[in-house]
């Protein structure tokens, strides 16, 4: 049995994953139920942070975030992935900058509008 911290709310909820069956107890809701088994099998995580932006006289750095989660593992990959990226105003709020990070099937997205 593993003990997981619920993260989808902010109720937190302690969880218990049975790490065969991958059954969950503890949880209030469904969510928690679906992130708990999730997080035993295999854990997944949203990607937050920003790539080179060139053509703005405000920033130096466009804040981005994947639009699904990607594997915990390939965090850190992602992570270094981001520095050969770069994009130019101007840049809409949902714009697709990659396609498929890593091969993960989820894309990479502006999260700001930046338009000088
Ligand atoms: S189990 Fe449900 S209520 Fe509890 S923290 Fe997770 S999402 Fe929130």
Do not use: F
């Not at 909820?13 to 991958?22: F, H, I, N, W």
């Not at 679906?34 to 035993?40: C, F, L, N, R």
């Amino acid at each position: 049995m593993r003990e997981v911290i619920c993260i989808v709310c902010p109720r937190g909820c302690r969880l218990q994953v049975d790490e065969t069956s991958y059954a969950v107890t503890g949880n209030h809701c469904e969510r928690g139920a679906d992130y708990g088994a999730q997080e035993v099998k295999a854990p997944t995580r949203t990607l937050t942070s920003t790539v080179r932006l060139t053509g703005s006289h405000i920033l130096r750095r466009c804040p981005v975030k994947t639009n699904g989660t990607i594997p915990k593992a390939l965090m850190l990959d992602a992570a270094k992935a981001l520095d050969a990226i770069e994009v130019s105003v101007p840049v809409h709020v949902g714009q697709v900058l990659v396609e498929n990070l890593l091969g993960t099937g989820v894309a990479l997205v502006a999260t700001r509008a930046i338009n000088e």
